[in-house]
């Protein structure tokens, strides 16, 4: 992954309720940070199997100062049994303790509205967002756990490398003003 590279800024979530979590939360007050959401449904096996344990252990793994994680739960089937009091119970079962935002629901159509937002073709959705809130991944489906620990590596190192380009690219600028031989420079 590329920082020289255009990406699309991610869209902000539509939630109509938050679990694990004292307020409601967007993305744009974690800009500086990577942000990781696992989208999914509580009937979903792909999710409760991989998605949610792989959610667990990237919040385990990374620091919450450098990686947030986030939950959203996004219900295109099954409504009237996945309500807010379902995924509280099932949050505590499998002791899920990262913050969970509840899709807000349609008003044309079963497709949530953050789900609309993001095109998603199912659950579970792993998207990775990075410091600057540009979009980087969307991966429907099961992806390996190096493979997405290598890339927030990656999106986590990218500001640094950023900020020793641009010092690289100054003091290369304050050179032309001094005097360098092979031995040292003088002003």
């Excluded at 990686?67 to 309500?83: A, P, T």
């Excluded at 410091?131 to 190096?146: E, F, N, S, T, V």
Aim: charged residues 20%; glycine residues 6%.
């Amino acid at each position: 992954m590329s920082q020289f590279t255009e990406y699309p800024k991610a869209a902000e979530i539509e939630a109509s309720a938050w679990i694990n979590t004292a307020k409601p939360l967007s993305l744009a007050q974690m800009r500086g940070t990577v942000v990781v959401i696992h989208v999914f449904q509580m009937l979903c096996p792909g999710c409760v199997l991989h998605g949610i344990p792989q959610t667990q252990l990237i919040r385990q793994t990374f620091s919450e100062k450098q990686v947030k994680v986030l939950g959203l739960h996004s219900v295109f089937e099954h409504h009237s049994v996945m309500n807010i009091d379902a995924l509280r119970a099932f949050s505590a079962e499998y002791r899920i303790t990262f913050p969970i935002a509840i899709d807000a629901p349609s008003t044309s159509g079963h497709i949530p509205k953050t789900m609309q937002r993001y095109g998603l073709q199912g659950t579970p959705t792993l998207i990775l967002i990075d410091k600057l809130g540009r979009l980087r991944l969307q991966h429907y489906g099961k992806i390996a756990d190096m493979q997405v620990a290598k890339l927030i590596s990656e999106l986590v190192g990218e500001q640094q490398d950023e900020l020793q380009l641009e010092t690289a690219t100054t003091t290369l600028d304050s050179e032309k003003d001094t005097q360098c031989t092979d031995t040292g420079c003088q002003l």
